[in-house]
C-alpha cells in the first residue's frame, strides 16, 4: 500500500468513526424530542425493535415503554430535556455511551418546576447502517423543584410550547411571525 493509500484508508476510518459518533449523539438527542414533544414516531426511532428501557422502577420493551413515556410526560404542561456531556465508545456496530442529562418540567399546577438530573446508559447498535437504542438506563442524579414565574415578563409567552405536530418547531419551512 501506498503513503497516499494509507492516509486514505485512515482517513475513512476516521470519518467512519466522527460519523458513527455523529449518528449516536443524534440517536440520543431525537429522544429528548419524542418525549417533549410527545411524539412517539420519533421515540419509537430512537430503539431498534428489540430495544429495552429501564427508567427508575419501570424495565420494558419499547412495545411497553414508548405508551408509558407518553403518558407520564403529558401529566406535565411543558417538558425540557437536554444533554450536556455526552461519552461514547464505538466497537464496530455496538457502541456505548454514558450521556449527561438535564430535564425541566412544569407542573399541571403550574406553579412550580420540576428540575432534575442524571445520565442516560445506553447500548446502541448499528443495524442496517441506522444507530439506535437497544438498551437504555437512566440514573437519576438530582431533582428539585422551585416555584414557576414569569420573570422574563409575560409578552415571552405569546408562542406557548405545543406537545404536539402544531408545535412551531415542526414548521417548514420556519416562518417570522408578523406583527
Not at 85 to 111: L, Q, R, W
Not at 120 to 133: K, V
Request: hydrophobic share 35%; aromatic share 10%.
Amino acid at each position: 500500500m501506498t503513503n497516499s493509500e494509507e492516509t486514505i484508508a485512515k482517513l475513512v476510518e476516521e470519518v467512519r468513526y466522527l460519523r458513527d459518533r455523529q449518528d449516536v449523539l443524534d440517536c440520543v438527542n431525537l429522544y429528548g424530542r419524542g418525549l417533549d414533544r410527545l411524539d412517539e414516531g420519533i421515540l419509537r426511532r430512537t430503539f431498534h425493535a428489540d430495544g429495552i428501557d429501564n427508567h427508575g422502577p419501570f424495565i420494558g420493551t419499547v412495545d411497553e415503554f414508548v405508551p408509558w413515556a407518553i403518558e407520564v410526560e403529558s401529566t406535565f404542561d411543558v417538558t425540557h430535556h437536554g444533554v450536556s456531556s455526552h461519552n461514547c465508545e464505538i466497537d464496530g456496530d455496538t457502541a456505548h455511551a454514558e450521556s449527561y442529562i438535564h430535564f425541566f418540567v412544569k407542573m399541571p399546577n403550574a406553579d412550580t418546576i420540576g428540575a432534575g438530573g442524571g445520565r442516560y446508559l445506553d447500548r446502541l447498535e448499528r443495524r442496517d447502517g441506522i444507530w439506535a437504542l437497544t438498551v437504555r438506563r437512566f440514573i437519576l442524579d438530582w431533582s428539585f423543584e422551585v416555584p414557576a414565574s414569569s420573570w422574563l415578563g409575560t409578552e415571552w409567552e405569546a408562542y406557548p410550547p405545543r406537545r404536539d405536530r402544531l408545535d412551531i418547531s415542526y414548521q417548514r419551512p420556519l416562518e417570522v411571525p408578523t406583527k
